[in-house]
């Protein structure tokens, strides 16, 4: 038997280096706080993930909900709320019907105003509970969280990770009246990102522009109906003046949840990660599905030039329920599914 070598200096060095380190690979905590509705069902993917990687996860959720459940891959603590399970029912079903509502801009703001109202003193009201419950709040503290993980639609989560001293993660698509722009400071040129309801394009003429500038107006004023009563709890809560911009410009990571392809571009900040697509199902498209999406990405990236100088062909198909109108494609569809620059 061949004789066993003694040990190394240097390797029982990097041996004890290496053991006292491996506690850095394993799995954080994580608090989640998420807002129910479409917000959770994009979150829970991601959570899903998480879970996966080894991450021990602790959610916060009301009582009374639409979809945040019970699950195996996180811990679900739930606390009350003053409303029932029917009230929210009927506040989210009345939300979506007058969502989709015709009208003039000032019948469709003032609509979507006075129902953001009703479903803010909800969500207000949520939070309210969430914030003055001792026990839980003693709970989150004792755990010793090392983020947060949260939707800045509300600030909620935010006012814990502030109370926790624990960084913040975020996830979203946009924040009412662009506060994700104001909280980073990123630029928001008015001459190419459209404001909300100005049904602007990111290709605007002077009036256009004039426009868009007019329409910061309402959404501001927005901004102050849905924001304002969180500044005034965030300030109670924490025991200091603070505003919601406070609040969001300490996030530490911004989660984008659209992607340019679907997108009008604008400017992003270092923090800001695009992550459009990750929630989507993936599955095997038809030949047909392939080449109208082909050609959606051929449209969106051929050079203008070749475009005007191009015959324009237009396109129709229906893709399940969805039915796509694809106008002025500079090419020539074969039967055999080849296509040819015109």
């Known amino acids: 038997m061949a004789p066993v070598p003694a040990s190394h200096p240097q390797v029982t060095v990097t041996l004890v280096l290496l053991l006292s380190v491996l506690g850095l690979a394993a799995g954080g905590k994580l608090l989640v706080v998420p807002i129910d509705g479409s917000h959770w069902l994009s979150m829970r993917e991601v959570l899903d993930g998480l879970s996966e990687k080894g991450h021990e996860i602790v959610v916060v959720a009301p009582e009374v909900n639409l979809h945040i459940k019970p699950a195996k891959n996180f811990v679900l603590k739930m606390y009350p709320v003053p409303f029932t399970q029917e009230e929210l029912d009927e506040n989210f ?3 979506s019907q007058e969502a ?32 003055n419950n001792k026990e839980l709040i003693k709970y989150l503290e004792d755990s010793k969280f090392d983020a947060l993980f949260t939707d800045p639609m509300l600030p909620c ?38 404001r909300l309801f100005s049904a602007n394009t990111d290709r605007m003429n002077f009036l256009q522009r004039v426009k868009n500038v007019l329409f910061d107006i309402p959404n501001n004023l927005l901004c102050y109906f849905m924001f304002q009563p969180y500044s005034k709890l965030a300030s109670e809560f924490l025991q200091r003046d603070v505003t919601v911009l406070d609040l969001l410009r300490n996030a530490s990571i911004w989660l984008m949840r659209f992607d340019f392809v679907f997108h009008y571009p604008r400017p992003l900040m270092p923090n800001m990660v695009i ?5 989507c199902t993936h599955r095997k498209l038809t030949q047909k599905q392939i080449l109208v999406l082909w050609c ?9 030039e070749l475009a005007e100088l ?4 237009p396109a129709f198909y229906e893709i399940k329920d969805y039915t796509f109108t694809i106008q002025q494609i500079p090419l020539k569809i074969k039967s055999e599914g080849v296509a040819q620059i015109a």
Do not use: D
């Open 93 to 95: 079903h009345a939300f």
């Open 157 to 194: 989560g935010q006012i814990l990770a502030e109370h926790l001293s624990v960084p913040s993660v975020f996830l979203l698509q946009q924040i009412p009246c662009s506060l994700e722009f104001e909280a980073t400071q990123c630029p928001r040129p008015h001459s190419y990102v459209p």
């Open 310 to 313: 191009s015959t324009c062909y």
């Open 100 to 131: 989709f509502q015709g009208g003039s801009f000032l019948e469709r703001f003032v609509r979507i105003l006075q129902r953001s109202k009703k479903t803010s003193a909800l969500f207000l009201a949520t939070c309210e509970y969430l914030l």
């Open 275 to 279: 992550i459009g697509g990750i929630t």
């Open 296 to 304: 959606i990405h051929y449209m969106c990236h051929i050079p203008m």
